[in-house]
């Protein structure tokens, strides 16, 4: 009876884990760091690859289809979706063919099907531009990578592998993994420091010289207007000469 009890508190505190990272996934997405230029710095599939690597390939999918459903509203298309339920699906895999490295698998699907699939979707399809595709191709390796190197630093916490009632063998981590995983935030986390404050920097630069422009066009509009206006002037007052010497 105490072992059925027990049994059933872990299958509800892994439902309700599940929900949470669900929820937490779509939260993530919503309060997403905007870049500029639209570009949109998303968190979401870090709950979604923590799902993924606890419940499997096809809760992931469905938690990164919920996840990534907020991606059609915020671009209005369904290409960043399809992008990253693809990459969840990929992980899974790939977790479920014994690789169990989070940031290895997917660093690989990134280099091996997500850039190529920004290039289609956004180069051939969207046709945004060579320049906006470029950065398109760029930022979302680094965030879902970014995304992935996290989401491998909580799943280093072992009591969540009991609350989500995941093998025992889920949670073992090799020593290689964890150094990997630190590796890879020493060298990211301040590439994307940097990344951001140029970003910051040359949003401003951007709004300063649009600021600077649109000071210049109101300059010389009111000036053709003040041309314009007095063109009229001395045109009423040609008009008006031969009236006064005819009145007179």
């Avoid at 639209?38 to 419940?55: E, K, R, T, W």
């Avoid at 949003?203 to 314009?228: C, F, G, M, P």
């Avoid at 002037?233 to 009145?247: C, D, I, S, T």
Wanted: hydrophobic share 55%; with cysteine; aromatic share 12%.
């Amino acid at each position: 009876m105490v072992i059925k009890k027990n049994k059933t508190s872990l299958l509800n505190s892994a439902i309700l884990l599940l929900v949470i990272l669900i929820a937490v996934g779509y939260a993530g997405n919503y309060l997403s760091y905007p870049f500029g230029f639209g570009v949109d710095f998303l968190f979401g599939s870090i709950a979604v690859l923590i799902a993924v690597s606890l419940y499997g390939i096809w809760w992931g999918a469905l938690a990164s289809l919920i996840a990534s459903y907020y991606t059609i509203i915020l671009w209005q298309h369904p290409y960043a979706l399809i992008i990253f339920v693809c990459e969840t699906l990929f992980v899974g895999w790939r977790i479920r063919q014994g690789k169990k490295s989070l940031l290895t698998n997917d660093v690989i699907f990134w280099l091996c099907v997500g850039i190529p699939l920004v290039l289609v979707f956004y180069g051939y399809i969207l046709q945004v531009g060579v320049v906006s595709t470029a950065i398109i191709a760029l930022k979302q390796p680094v965030n879902g990578i970014f995304n992935a190197l996290i989401a491998s630093l909580v799943l280093n916490y072992k009591p969540i592998h009991r609350w989500a009632n995941s093998p025992p063998n889920k949670a073992t981590l090799f020593f290689e993994q964890i150094l990997l995983n630190l590796l890879v935030a020493f060298l990211l986390i301040p590439a994307l420091i940097l990344m951001v404050v140029n970003n910051n920097a040359a949003v401003e630069h951007e709004q300063e010289a649009l600021i600077a422009t649109l000071d210049t066009s109101a300059q010389n509009l009111v000036t053709d207007l003040r041309r314009w206006h007095q063109s009229g002037l001395e045109a009423l007052r040609f008009l008006a000469k031969p009236v006064a010497k005819a009145k007179l």
